[in-house]
Each structure stands twice: as structure tokens, then as C-alpha cells.
């Protein structure tokens, strides 16, 4: 009997990481490059180094969250997109309630905390389509991906299309085109502020607590009821190679930002 609730128990954990596990790596990725980027920023330029990409990342990085609270049902009680006058470093918020009793609302917190990502890569993705679209065609590549495995091979494909990606938004033919710099411009702006804060993750784990909860009451339910629901997290693992793959564009330019930030840090260095 204990090496069922075990093995149940090690399911349900590796199961919310099919679930939920892109979002979080990717979360954690773009949070390490904001937090090094910012650091250099800030010692270079103060707060105003950060107000200068904020106007245009910060609106973004709040609508995330909101549009997430609205499609999982919470009350929206108060929210800010962006504020001049930051006070505490708050930038922008999204103040929000639910019903504890409701399942679907307190999964929901994960998918809220997490809304940045989301609308942070589409808009990144949505301004290739308009002011780079040969680049974008390239983009489409990643929609070969999602056979369902997710292995060292998937891993190599998605490096080999981002190689691709970057080498195609880098070229010649762009560097000298208008629309290209307006795009990179936004771009830079964008992933400067889709890193998760201290009460994203906060928020994202109480729902990542429910997600597990509810996988696990679910297991134990097709144990007792002998259903193989092996199918549906193939689905979903799918899903989340989308979501890697999609996301290594915002990775790409936060990247970008911290190479460019960590250069200017150096070079004021030194003249110091």
C-alpha cells in the first residue's frame, strides 16, 4: 500500500511538471537576466535607466496579469498599468480577489502570477509579424516542434531554430532597415520587464499548490477507477514545448539587454 501512494505521489509531481514546469524554468531564466541587467543598469544610471524601457514594458508586464485574472474569473479590485511616481520601486499592480472554494480560481493564481510571460512573448512575437516579417517566417519554424517527446533531441532543435531566429533578425538587410530598429527598440523595452517579482512567484505558488492538489486527486481516482489518463499529459508536454520554444524569443532579446547593460557597467568602470 505505500509503494502505491509512493508511486502515485511521484506521478502527480512529475505531472505538474509537465504541466507547469516550462513556465516556471522559464520564469526563473528571464528573472536571472532582469536581475543582473537591472543591477548594471542601475549602477550606471540610476532609476531612470530602468523609467527609460519601463513606459513601454511595464503596461505589458501588468496586463499579463490582468487579462489572466479576467480569464480565470477573479474580481479585479484595483490595477495600475503603469505609474510614474513609483513608490517602493512598485512600477505598475494588478490587485485582485477570488473564491477560495473555487477550484478553477485558485488554479488560476499560477496561470496570473505567470501572465507576463504570456504577454510579454506574444507582443514580442506579434511585433516580428508586423515590422519583421521575413524574420517571423522563420519564427513559424518552431511550430515543427511538439511531437510530444521532450528529449536532449527536442532541446537540440529548439537551440538550432533560436540560431536560426537570431541569425535571421540580425541580418544584413535588417541591421540597415528602419523597421528593424523600431522593433528592436520595443523589443528591448518588452523583455526588460517580463521577469515574474517576489509576489508574482508568490501568487504563482499558491496556485501551483492546487494544481498539484488537484493531480493528485485525480490519480488516485483513475487508480481506483483503473483509467489510463497517460494521453492527456502527452497533450500537455506538447504544450509546454510550444511554450520553451516561443519563449526563447524573449530570452533571446533579455539576453541582448544584459550583454549591452553589462557593457556599459564595464566600460563607466573603468572611466571611473
Not at 509503494?3 to 509537465?18: G, P, R, V
Not at 514594458?57 to 490595477?79: A, Q, R, S
Not at 516542434?145 to 533578425?169: N, P, Y
Not at 489518463?229 to 526563447?248: D, E, K, P, Q, R
Amino acid at each position: 500500500m505505500e509503494n502505491i501512494l509512493l508511486t502515485i505521489l511521484q506521478l502527480s509531481l512529475f505531472e505538474t511538471l509537465c504541466v507547469t514546469g516550462s513556465l516556471i524554468l522559464i520564469g526563473f531564466i528571464l528573472g536571472f537576466i532582469e536581475n543582473r541587467a537591472n543591477f548594471y543598469i542601475q549602477s550606471v544610471f540610476g532609476l531612470k535607466g530602468i523609467m527609460i524601457t519601463a513606459w513601454i514594458g511595464t503596461p505589458i508586464h501588468e496586463l499579463g496579469h490582468l487579462l489572466m485574472c479576467y480569464l480565470f474569473k477573479h474580481k479585479v479590485n484595483k490595477f495600475k498599468l503603469f505609474n510614474l511616481r513609483p513608490r517602493d520601486g512598485i512600477l505598475g499592480y494588478v490587485n485582485h480577489s477570488w473564491n477560495q472554494k473555487s477550484l478553477y480560481q485558485n488554479i488560476g493564481n499560477f496561470f496570473i502570477g505567470m501572465g507576463p510571460i504570456f504577454s510579454g512573448t506574444f507582443t514580442l512575437i506579434l511585433g516580428m509579424y508586423l515590422f519583421l516579417p521575413d524574420s517571423f517566417a522563420t519564427f513559424a519554424n518552431y511550430l515543427t516542434l511538439g511531437s510530444g517527446q521532450f528529449d536532449s533531441r527536442t532541446l537540440e532543435s529548439i537551440f538550432v531554430l533560436t540560431a536560426q531566429l537570431f541569425k535571421s533578425i540580425f541580418s544584413t538587410e535588417n541591421l540597415t532597415s528602419a523597421s528593424f530598429w523600431i522593433y528592436f527598440a520595443l523589443a528591448i523595452a518588452i523583455s526588460s520587464h517580463i521577469a515574474l517579482s517576489k509576489e508574482d512567484l508568490k501568487g504563482a505558488g499558491r496556485g501551483l499548490v492546487t494544481i498539484f492538489s488537484f493531480i493528485l486527486l485525480v490519480n488516485v481516482i483513475a487508480l481506483l477507477l483503473n483509467i489510463d489518463l497517460s494521453g492527456c499529459f502527452t497533450g500537455i508536454l506538447a504544450l509546454n514545448i510550444y511554450l520553451v520554444a516561443f519563449s526563447m524569443v524573449s530570452v533571446v532579446f533579455s539576453s541582448i539587454r544584459l550583454v549591452i547593460s553589462a557593457f556599459a557597467y564595464t566600460l563607466v568602470s573603468r572611466i571611473i
